[in-house]
């Protein structure tokens, strides 16, 4: 048989985390590489007994459930993106399998070939892999440690008339990065003014670690749902738990109708009995003080992280300090290529992702993502020296 | 903000069932419309006891999984699969979102806009709509009881040179047909010999009433798997419930891995909770006993709607007995327009599926699809009762 697959399999390019993943298969390896959170804080116990009283309500909660997800879940999410000044309804939102899925559906109802989407530089690279498959164009904005450079920003919009900006303003994946006030404002302000719509993908909000400073959500800066150009996404995989798969949507209740039209030809709706489990963990569980538990862990094996990194002593080594999220971004001196080292370092029994992935263009070869939550504090240190030693053994044969 | 949609949405048809799901919001209707299972047979302390085995199994369980599907779940069901002599490994199988997950991933990674599908007369319409969204162009083959006529499939082929058929051989959706063995031979036969892939759906197949009757699956009749131009998709939804929402596909490995590459940017994995739950449930729970309870309780219900129908003495009304699955498929007096009949039925307080959604092209007007699964005894003696009723209302305005 000759098989004759479609012509959006050439748009594809391989996950590179994916990649990593075949080379350390069988082997035992310290991961700095995924996005993984740490599975000794998951709230098991808290999970089953919600899962009780679904089973509980007796046998309709086996049943079909809605595209647009168990509903009750989605009024008590309201309630939680009302206290983020995030105002909307349910017929606002819809939930997906993981962020991922709105981040696909986003782009099935949106995206034509040829159209173009800005991104920030670096970026997540399962966004842009949505993103080619669909035959998007794809240009990066310049961005600093602020966010995108709004210059460059307005400069691509009036070069390119982009559809769509995609953009992690609060922890971003992987640079770490939080944005400014003043850049959050200025990307509505410009994207309002040229009728960009806005993906604001937020993952790693609630994992922040200054518990006094605030970082208001572009959505939120939008003021209402109804006609903003702005969509935001988040998912429980971080802040509960990834195997729920139980992400969401907010925003315009035109766009996200549109949205569960294609999800029920994609998969007529996501678990619900997840979607009810997690609707009684919110009920029934402190998910807050649950979320000050992490952070304090995450920001502790952050420190930790650092620290090492500082002692590593190898010139030219760059890096901000997180102020929240799962990851560091590290660049290396100019003349190393990360996804060579990486090839060493899994002879010495540790990964990371090549920071060369994250780039939509012009990839900057020296920069390699390091993920700190899913590590603890023995095998931290250990996969560090590992990776010092992987350094020494590359710079020695370079 | 004007939104710029894609076009996609363009070859996006509304869902009838959603139509119709919009006229009853707020009435006491009797369903005969929807594909949904009996609740009360659904087995919920099992699945109460399979959850608590994933719990018992520590917080790793909730930890991201592979986008694959959870591997014990994948060989358990190889074993399932091998029971009907269809042999598989773990590599053949990706577990999904449900079955209609895998015509949504098949449809990406093998047509492209302007590709031919073959689809029997009437078919599923959920397949339809994902077929249109991605822009192929979509040709019915003539079929009859026993399925796809071979003289006009072939003849279709010779015309078109189609990409992919789609069938549903066993207890189709809407018509409740089983293809005879000849047909299926010929169908795989046929194609192989055009290099034209096979999309074997099939959710009912379990849903057999005559436990001494064999209806092998194409997939079956093709031998192998590895270069086979059959792919078989079924799911959970109608033996144990549809809120787990899993299903899976066997194939190819080179086909399953080019969905499996769709599936990660689509979603990165189906819940992982649920695959867990039903792996324990596989392991602990005598699915094949449960199988054959709700085998009786569908074949009775079945019985009395098709007595309750030959009580209607409607002239020119006709239908076959199913010998298994779901649904009804009813053909109306030449003149009646199942869509008009409907808008009365729902005043009077019944919904059915009218038959014209069910086809590719060249409607036929005159049928409608009856579901006896879903409703008890008494609903149905009274929904039936409603039918009429509307019937005697439309031919009187008519």
Redesign the interface.
């Given at each position: 048989?000759?098989?004759?697959?479609?012509?959006?399999?050439d748009g594809?390019s391989?996950?590179a985390v994916?990649e990593i993943l075949k080379l350390t298969q069988g082997k035992s390896i310290i991961s700095f590489a995924?996005g993984?959170?740490a599975?000794?804080f998951?709230p098991?116990?808290a999970?089953?007994e919600a899962?009780?009283r679904v089973?509980q309500q007796?046998?309709?909660?086996?049943?079909?459930?809605l595209t647009e997800g168990y509903k009750p879940l989605r009024e008590s999410l309201c309630r939680r993106m009302a206290n983020k000044n995030m105002h909307v309804t349910p017929d606002e939102m819809l939930l997906?399998?993981?962020s991922?899925?709105v981040i696909?559906l986003l782009t099935?109802?949106?995206?034509?070939e040829g159209d173009v989407i800005l991104v920030e530089r670096p970026t997540y690279l399962?966004a842009l892999?949505?993103f080619q498959?669909k035959g998007a164009k794809i240009y990066s904005v310049d961005s600093d440690n602020d966010g995108m450079i709004m210059e460059d920003l307005a400069a691509k919009i009036a070069k390119y008339n982009p559809?769509l900006v995609y953009v992690i303003p609060t922890f971003s994946n992987p640079a770490g990065r939080v944005w400014s006030l003043e850049r959050r404002k200025g990307l509505l302000e410009i994207c309002?003014k040229a009728?960009v719509?806005i993906l604001e993908d937020d993952p790693y909000g609630e994992i922040q670690f200054d518990g006094n400073a605030s970082y208001p959500t572009v959505f939120s800066l939008a003021g209402k749902a109804e006609?903003?150009?702005v969509l935001y996404t988040s998912t429980f995989?971080k802040t509960v738990?990834?195997?729920?798969?139980t992400g969401w949507v907010i925003g315009?209740s035109?766009?996200i109708r549109?949205m569960a039209?294609?999800k029920?030809?994609?998969?007529?709706?996501?678990?619900?009995?997840?979607q009810?489990?997690l609707y009684h963990l919110l009920e029934h569980f402190d998910l807050d003080a649950h979320i000050a538990l992490i952070r304090e862990h995450y920001e502790e094996r952050m420190k930790l992280m650092v620290g090492l990194l500082e002692g590593l002593k190898w010139p030219g080594l760059k890096w901000e300090q997180p102020k929240g999220g799962m990851f560091i971004w590290v660049e290396l001196p100019e003349n190393i290529r990360a996804e060579d080292l990486m090839k060493q370092a899994v002879q010495e029994g540790v990964a990371f992702v090549p920071g060369s992935t994250f780039f939509a263009e012009n990839p900057q070869y020296n920069t390699m993502r390091l993920n700190y939550t899913h590590t603890d504090r023995e095998n931290t240190v250990l996969g560090m020296q590992k990776l010092a030693k992987a350094m020494e053994v590359y710079l020695q044969n370079a």
């Open positions: 048989m000759n098989y004759r697959f479609s012509k959006s399999l594809f391989s996950s994916r995924g993984l959170p599975e000794e998951f098991i116990e999970v089953g899962f009780q089973i007796g046998k309709g909660a086996l049943q079909y459930g997906t399998t993981g991922q899925q696909d099935r109802v949106y995206i034509d399962a892999q949505v498959a559809k309002k009728e719509l006609g903003s150009n995989s738990a990834p195997a729920f798969r315009d035109d766009v549109q039209r294609f029920q030809s994609a998969d007529l709706h996501s678990s619900s009995i997840d009810q489990t």
